[in-house]
């Protein structure tokens, strides 16, 4: 259940098995390929390679597409296992986390899903709307999907026109006034999760500057300690790059990125839309690699206009599969999901469903074959000598609720159009950015 990358390193990890598998890959959109389509930002090209491998996998004789159907509202849990030997949630994390304080729900407070999203072009979030007229933005979150917001916001549309970004995106940043971004941190330098090849990004804008306070890299012991370990190069090179920015001198560029570390926000103010953000300033206790984030109760006030809160990803409850709401993961065990009687032979997860948002596109790749082991090793519980019909006795279902359902062949129809409507704007494609113009393009 999902096309993601998740989805297509399990397909490939059962296909290697030496089993006779055959596979139905389910996803809600008409449009495979999860994350990397909508997540991915539209200036890392590179990134989206990554699809290139996964059609070779939906290609095999033994795979099937299966678009434009939700588990969970077009069929249920108990009808799939009634079709299937196995099923394999990889599904991804589709919410995110909220700060959870007072304002949060103000006009122009916004999620970094519900941004990315807008800018790639994903149907839930086509119709948003981001009033870019404001002059101050806050990033909350200092891991590399902020710096993706961090960098749409700054680049110049001509660093952008020539990607895969969404034409309504496009425009509306064409006209941005946006020209303070604040990228906000609860703890200290050495604890930024940005990768290091993201954060130098940001220091090489057109026409943005980076501002970084050489007192705000200033590091305690433990902070020091974990810099020293030769595991944590990451880490090391990320506070390097902070102090390079540090060290530059300032220009009359249109745009200025500003770092601060050590601050957390507790309220957002405003009286019929934002107007600022509160923060407070903390203090890191705890050892080397544990360290928390503790607020002194010394608090600041920060206007902005716009902000955008990046503190990672939940997954969303599908009906009948046990959840767990803290992790915000399905309750499972080492892949296999759990009921409150232990462990559900025929049901796993794989992917950000399975362990939470942590890693890159190729982290997914040993989780699910390792989740596609477990399966293996289940196989006598599985009731595999008995016929199951797969497609054959869902398309009855389908058919009767009137959905329908979208193959791997009509996807190639709608990349294909994609890809035209893109060629007159000097694009890679311009995506559908709704269900129905991706429906009608199967039929065009």
Known sequence: M??????????????????????????????????????????????????????????????????????????????LREAYHAIIFTCGAEAD???????????????????????????????????????????????????????????????????????????ALAESRVREIHIIGRRGPAQARFSNKELLELGELANADVIVAPEALELNPESETELADRNNVTSMRNVEIFQSFAGRSAT????????????????????????????????????????????????????????????????????????????????????????????????????????GPTGVIATNRGDSAATVNALLADLALLDSGEDRKGMDAICPLLAKRGIKHVSFEDWLKIDAAEVRRGESRGKPREKFTRVREMLKAIDS
Not at 108 to 124: I, L, R, V
Not at 262 to 273: D, W
Not at 289 to 303: D, H, I, Y
């Open 252 to 355: 009359i560029k249109r745009r200025r990125c500003h770092f601060h570390f050590l601050k957390s926000p507790v309220e957002l103010r405003g009286r019929q839309r934002l107007e600022s953000v509160v923060l407070e300033r903390n203090k890191l206790e705890g050892s080397p690699f544990n360290q928390a984030a503790r607020g002194t109760g010394e608090k600041m006030e920060l206007p902005c206009g716009l902000l955008f809160c990046s503190i990672g990803h939940k997954g969303v409850p599908v009906s009948g599969v046990s959840f767990d709401e803290r992790k915000g993961v399905f309750a499972n065990e080492e892949g296999r999901l759990r009921d409150g009687n232990g462990t559900v032979p025929g049901l796993y997860c794989a992917g950000w469903i399975k362990r």
């Open 97 to 171: 986390r909220k700060l959870g304080i007072p304002g949060e729900d103000l006009t122009g407070s916004h999620t970094a899903m519900e941004f990315a999203g807008w800018y790639n072009g994903h149907p839930d979030y086509c119709d948003h709307h981001f009033d870019l007229s404001r002059e101050v933005a806050v990033i909350i979150g200092q891991g590399n999907v902020a710096a993706d917001v961090c960098r749409i916001l700054a680049k110049t549309v001509d660093e952008l026109k020539n990607t895969d970004i969404a034409q309504h995106a496009l425009e």
């Open 2 to 79: 999902g096309s993601g990358p998740s989805g297509f390193y399990a397909t490939e990890a059962l296909f290697k098995s030496g089993k006779n598998v055959f596979v139905d890959m389910y996803e809600r959109l008409p449009v495979p390929y999860g994350l990397v389509r909508h997540g991915v930002a539209p200036d890392h090209p590179k990134l989206k390679q990554a699809t290139q491998f996964y059609d070779k996998i939906a290609r095999a004789p033994n795979h099937r597409f299966v678009g434009n159907v939700c588990v969970g509202r077009d069929l249920t849990v108990t009808e």
